[in-house]
């Protein structure tokens, strides 16, 4: 698709610096494929712009004069995120549908709901009754996804308009469940946003109830999360890992194998292999419990 050719395909005030061509829509901080569209609103990220997957940009017009060296194509217009996934939505509405598959082998509630299109399942998959899988699911042999658990949900990509409203982003993204996962009653596995985003859980994860993972999250192998735990999204979470209780995991989290996150920890930091953190905001668990029994000794 060609900048240009953006102005005449969603409602947004703008002009265009200098046309360019774009196959896919990323992230400034996370792009993966070449030919790329990205916005940037802060200057803090131009640096970004040196990364030769992007070939075009919208942005605003404080920031055109120092768009010009890069080799990109430029759109100005006062609210570049707007603008994106302004033209995100209308991309979505004309992604491929694709009959669903399902191997007979399979053993569907029909209680359940399965999306009839974009959908993929398994060998030896059991869904139960009332569970939820949305579009662009793809579910390998022997998931267990239990009564009322939700995959595939709509993300929490949420963008202000020009009115003072606002909407939630149309997910193009997916939903990847690798051989072995187990998924508890009422969990919630979020849709990955972007067309190339995609939430993973590694083979033989076990995932208890009320758990919450976020779009674009990549989990592990045999990585256990039980009840209540928030996991925000774009977080990266290796194999074995550990999280407990109702803890929570901000968004774009590197957790390293092996790593043990206590119950109602909140981690707004990246945690190293095989490291225990705990509290609120989380450290490490010995320096945790020392400054506990200080103040407890005071």
């Known amino acids: 698709m060609k900048l240009k050719d953006v102005l005449g395909k969603i409602e947004c005030k703008g002009a265009l610096l200098r046309d360019g061509e ?43 004069k120092e768009l010009l060296p890069y080799d990109v194509g430029v759109l100005i217009t006062e609210t570049p995120k707007l603008a994106f996934f302004r033209l995100h939505n209308y991309l979505a509405a004309k992604d491929k549908k694709v009959p669903t598959k399902i191997d007979p082998s399979a053993k569907i509630s029909p209680q359940s709901y399965i999306a009839p299109y974009n959908v993929c399942i ?59 996962v187990e998924i508890c009653s009422n969990c919630h596995i979020a849709r990955g946003t972007l067309q190339n985003d995609m939430t993973i859980l590694g083979a033989y994860t076990k995932v208890d109830t009320m758990v919450h993972i976020g779009h674009g999250t990549v989990i592990g192998k045999n990585t256990l999360i039980p009840a209540g735990a928030t996991i925000s999204g774009n977080c990266v979470i290796g194999d074995y890992v550990w999280i407990g209780v109702n803890a929570t995991v901000s968004n774009r989290i590197q957790i390293g194998d092996r790593a043990r996150i206590s119950l109602g920890a909140v981690v707004t930091k990246d945690v190293p292999e095989e490291a225990t953190v705990s509290g609120n905001f989380a450290i490490n668990h010995q320096r945790f419990i020392q400054n506990l029994k200080a103040s407890i000794t005071d």
């Open 122 to 180: 398994g060998k030896n998959v059991e869904i139960q009754p009332m569970a939820v899988i949305h579009e662009n699911t793809v579910i390998r042999d022997g998931v267990r996804i239990c009564s009322g658990a939700v995959v595939a949900g709509q993300s929490f990509t949420a963008v202000h308009t020009e009115e003072g409203t606002g909407f939630l982003v149309q997910d193009r993204g997916g939903v990847l469940l690798e051989e072995g």
């Open 22 to 64: 774009f196959e896919a829509l990323e992230q400034c901080t996370r792009v993966r494929v070449p030919l790329s569209l990205t916005y940037l609103e802060n200057s803090k990220y131009l640096d970004r712009m040196k990364e030769q997957n992007i070939s075009c940009v919208i942005s605003k017009s404080e920031l055109q």
